[in-house]
């Protein structure tokens, strides 16, 4: 791929809360699912939720998250896909309960969006970043940049040979 992404989301509507991977499992169970960077998902579906007063007090989902197994598999996930094979994070941001809603909300979705969308926006600097070069040549190199007890690798940008590890503050190797 050309670039390698941080950071991602995808909206929906038919729910009002932030889903975050794992949506499937081995088993096709309702059950919770964690990926290697759970804690890191929560924080960052937090962040989105909190602002947005009507999904944070969800009366279905503490705080207006959830694990997406936990709520209902789903194989072919884009936000597994992104996290598993282009090491880029991404949740799915419920919108509304309302599947279809009426054109007349899209300025109420907007006000109770905006500053969650900006503090989701923000968690792309958390962790570390930096750049991958050929000792020899200083041209940039692709690689995978990997974190001990972390099984979830990300990638430099091969034109440019930079990195973001998103992370939670912390010490790691």
Known sequence: FAHSFTL??????????VNYPYDSN???SNVY??????????????AYSVPNTPMYNSPS??????????????????????YRW???????????NIKQPSTTQIETFWNENKESMTAY?????WGVRGLVTDSQTGLPVAATVTVVGRDH???????VGDYHRMLLDGTYE
């Open 8 to 17: 991602s989301a995808n909206f929906h509507g038919g729910a009002l809360l």
């Open 26 to 28: 081995a088993a096709g």
């Open 33 to 46: 699912t964690a990926c290697p960077d759970d804690d890191l998902f929560i924080q960052q579906s937090l």
């Open 61 to 82: 989902f503490p705080q207006g998250i959830t694990n997406g197994a936990d709520w209902y598999v789903a194989y072919g996930a884009m936000q597994d896909w992104n």
């Open 86 to 96: 282009l090491g880029c994070n991404e949740v799915t941001i419920e919108l509304s």
């Open 121 to 125: 926006l923000e968690t792309a600097r």
């Open 153 to 159: 690798d990300v990638y430099t940008d091969p034109d």
